[in-house]
Each structure stands twice: as C-alpha cells, then as structure tokens.
C-alpha cells in the first residue's frame, strides 16, 4: 500500500500540458476511482487497466486505488493515459520501481491483452513534454516516428505493458528501432496539363505568391477542378515551424499516416459540398476536433461546387478566414485551432452549367442572379481574386502549344515571396497577410494616381474598405512577380479588375 506519480499529457487542441497522474492504494474494499475531470474514454479505463495488467502478469493491488490526473481543473480526454495510470498503479500498490522512468512521460493506449496501442496527437504531447523540460518520452511503437519529429527530447517505445514492467525490473530493454526513411511523396500535379487557360492559370500564380484568396466561375470543364488541385504544387515548401504546426493538426485529427515525417508540402482539403458546419471549421462531442480548414493550415482549402454548400457552412468561414484561427467553445471550455488557409472557391455562373458558357444557357438572368447570390456579399468581400473562366476553345486541345511548368511557375512564385518577405518583415510574410495600417504607411503607401481606379469604384460604391486594402495587396503581389518595387497604375488597374470579374 502507498503511493507513486508518474506523467502524462493532456491536448487542448494542439496545445499540450503535462498531467501529473497520482495513484494511492489504500486498505479497503476493492476499487479503483479516477478523479480529475476525466471524460468518458478514460473513465472507462478501470476496466482496460485491470484486464491489460493482469493479462501482463503482473499483480493487481487488491485495494483500494484512487487516481489523480493533476491539475484537477484541466479536462482530459481520450485513452492515451491508460499506460500512465497502469504503471502509477502498479508503482503504489505492487512495489514497482519506478526510478528508471524518472523525468519521463508516458503515453499510450492499452488493450485488454497488456499491448500497447497508438493514440492520436503524440507529436504536440512530445513537443509539450520536450518545453516543460521533460527528458524522455515513452510512446506506442506505431507513434515513435512521429515522436522522433520533436528535437531535445529523447524518445523510446514499447509495444506492450509486460514490456515496460520488464524494464522497470531490469530484465527487459524498451524498444529502439531503427528510423526508416519516410514514404515518398507523389510528384505535384503538373500546370502543364492545363491547356487554353492563360487567365486562370495567371489568377493561380497571383494566389501562390501573395496567399491570396480565389473564386473561379466558369462552365464545366473550363478547368476550374484542375487549376485548383495544382495550387499546392506552386506553393512554396513548408518552412520548419510551419511543418510542425500541420503535422501537428494531421496528428490530433488522427490523419497522419503511420511511419510518415514532416508534412512539407502546403495541404490541400477538398470538402464534399455536403459536408457540415463541424466539418468545415471543426467540433464535435466532448473534445472539439479540426475541421478542413484547420487541416489545410498553411495550405489550400479548395470548395468545389460551392454555391451548393449550405449557407451556414460558407458563413462559418467568414471570421477563420479574416483571423487565421478557429476558436471552438463548448462548455466545457475553448479549443483554438490555427487555420491560415487559402480559400479557393469554384462554382458554376447558373443551375443548368451548360458546357459553352452563357451561350447555351437555358436559365433567365433571375435564376442565374439568384444561384450566385448563395455566395454572400460579406463572404466575397474577403476574396482577393475573382474571375470568370471562359470555356476552353478546341484549338488548345489539338494545336501543340508550349505551357509552363509547375517547377517554372514555383520557382517565379519563391523570387516573389522572398521579395515580399524582406520587405514586409517581421509584420508578414506575404502580401495577403500584410495590415491595411502597414499599407498606409509612409513608406508603403501608393501615391494617389496610382490607386484611383480603387478610389472612384470605392466612391461609387463598388468596393468597401477591406476590398481596397486586398485589391492594394493584390497589386503589390503583381509587381513583385514582375520584378518593379512598387507597384505602378496599371497593376492596380488589374488588380481591381481581377477582382470585380470584369477581365477579358
């Protein structure tokens, strides 16, 4: 009979902190009682407990056990304390000698046999272990890769209970494989194989190298799909603190596939057009998980078909969209996500979606106007490119023609947002996340004849305050492509066009 502590970690969104988890074993009618805001999952883990460290052969106190998940005031959630609480157990009531895991957290998932399952989120619980100067991690033999990403912290696995307890006794040695080399990733999809597309082509290398936001209108097959899906292939690779972060998010959502490294390239989610709120932006019972487009941090979230997404949802994305971040509050508490994302809409220009274009189209200028307006004035106002796409002619299918690459338009792509980076810095990396006082001053400001087509359209009405600063940013982004330093009229000209969707 005594007691024993041993450490844990809890996830608040990405956040985590390290649990203390307290066992005392005390004379009395046998039973074990968890304390400290557990939710449902861990519970649970009497039971799992018990089965996992007798099936370990190991002794289970006969007793009774109270556990203490500290600080009492902080929920925990899932079943990735079930390792902890068996070891504090068996340190308190079965004399385990504990000294070795001294400094140590512990995670991990039992089964009913003693094995040691993988649980989601490890890579931010290491990275929480790693700041609040823990030395060693202990983790499921499935999670150790994704452990490993964490630098100054030394990572080891087990695979089951028997395992640890083995190691405890001095009898067996945790587990130390060897790290293999991550899947390769599939090639980028090619820009190339757009065809007969110049201006859509152009509006994709604007958005890659200022982080703007895009809606493409056209009819089917104009190319909207294709040029969406090849964003990320022009996108600059993830910088070190940018990759963790979505790794991070993959990690908690449970998308990161097994023996996978860092995610480096930019993220891509393409919801169905049925998806829902919580699956847009992120919730659910008990602990709120990401959504898409927290999940395409640092990347693109691509809405195809989206007057078909139910309002509701796209007003969702109003506020991620303007503060790069999800706060989800229940009652329980709040979960922030990060969500610095790039919105790419596409939709069809009416209900029938005639491969020619307006042409064909069987619908009356009601019906058309009534289809675009499921995409609120409010929620357009925060997209920097709009454009319509024209159907593709049959020559650029069958005339060879010579189109640029995605290796040629990254690399123009990177020039520009290196450029920007060093004159924006520290304030931002790109012009899409410059502040509209940043913008204004005296060193950044655009003379008066360079931004008049923004103030007559602003003085007619056409264009409010924010679309003033995203067309601005808009402009900045075109010169720095061209290689000029300050943009000049003409780039705010097209600027304002490619965003009222009036380019021909």
């Known amino acids: 009979m005594g007691y024993a502590r041993v450490y844990s970690v809890a996830l608040h969104g990405v956040a985590g902190e390290v649990i203390v988890v307290e066992a005392d074993v ?25 089965a996992a460290v007798q099936n370990s052969g190991a002794y289970w106190p006969q007793a009774r056990i109270t556990v203490n998940l500290l600080p009492a005031h902080v929920r925990k959630h899932g079943s990735g ?13 079965a004399d385990l000698p504990i000294g070795r895991l001294k400094g140590a957290v512990i995670l991990g998932e039992l089964g009913l046999d003693g094995t040691v399952r993988p649980v989601r989120g490890v890579l ?33 696995a087990t695979d089951s209970l028997g395992r640890i307890i083995g190691y405890l006794h001095g009898s067996e040695n945790l587990l130390d494989p060897t790290p293999q080399a991550p899947p390769a990733e599939a090639a980028p999809l090619d820009l190339a194989d757009v065809l007969g597309q110049e201006r859509g082509r152009r509006v994709i290398e604007l958005a890659a190298a200022g982080r703007h936001h895009v809606a493409m209108f056209g009819p089917p097959g104009a190319g909207k799909t294709m040029l969406a899906f090849r964003l990320p292939g022009v996108l600059p690779p993830l910088a070190d603190q940018e990759a963790l972060e979505v790794t991070a998010l993959h990690s908690v959502a449970g998308a990161l596939p097994p023996g996978s490294g860092l995610i480096r390239r930019a993220p891509l989610q393409a919801p169905h057009h049925t998806a829902s709120i919580a699956a847009l932006v992120g919730g ?9 487009i927290s999940l395409a941090h640092n990347g693109v979230l691509f809405l195809d078909e989206c007057a078909e997404f139910a309002n509701g949802a796209l007003q969702a994305l109003r506020q991620p969209l303007e503060e790069g971040e999800v706060r989800l509050r229940r009652i329980n508490g709040e979960t922030v996500y990060p969500a610095r994302t ?37 929620l357009m106002d925060r997209v920097d490119l709009q454009v319509d796409l024209d159907p593709v002619r049959s020559a650029a299918l069958v005339v060879a023609e010579q189109v640029e690459s995605t290796a040629v338009v990254a ?5 520009a947002r290196e450029a920007a980076g ?29 931004v008049r087509p923004l103030t007559d359209a602003m003085d007619r009405g056409r264009l409010s305050a924010r679309g003033f600063d995203r067309a601005v940013r808009v402009a900045w982004t075109i010169a720095d492509l061209d290689g000029r330093v300050r943009p000049e009229a003409a780039d705010v000209r097209e600027a304002l066009e490619l965003r009222s969707r009036t380019v021909r």
């Open 81 to 93: 304390f079930d390792t902890a609480v068996a070891i504090a157990v068996l340190a308190a009531g």
């Open 26 to 50: 005390a004379p009395g009618l046998p039973s074990l009682v968890v304390s400290g805001l557990p939710d449902a999952a861990l519970s649970e883990a009497r039971d799992r407990v018990r």
């Open 284 to 292: 659910g019972s008990g602990l709120a998980k990401p959504g898409a």
């Open 422 to 450: 060093e004159r924006w810095k520290p304030a931002a990396a790109s012009n899409g996340e410059v502040s509209g006082s940043l913008l204004r001053h005296h060193r950044f400001r655009l003379p008066r004849p360079v």
């Open 411 to 415: 690399d123009r792509v990177q020039k």
């Open 342 to 378: 790039q919105l790419v809409l596409a939709a069809n220009p009416c209900p029938c979606a005639k491969p020619g274009g307006k042409k064909l189209c069987e619908c009356s200028s009601i019906v058309r106007r009534r289809y675009q307006a499921r995409l609120s004035g409010p």
């Open 124 to 156: 931010p619980a290491v990275l929480a272990a790693s700041r609040a100067g823990k030395e060693l991690a202990l983790v499921p033999l499935a999670n150790v890769t994704e452990a490993r990403l964490v630098p100054d912290i030394e990572v080891r």
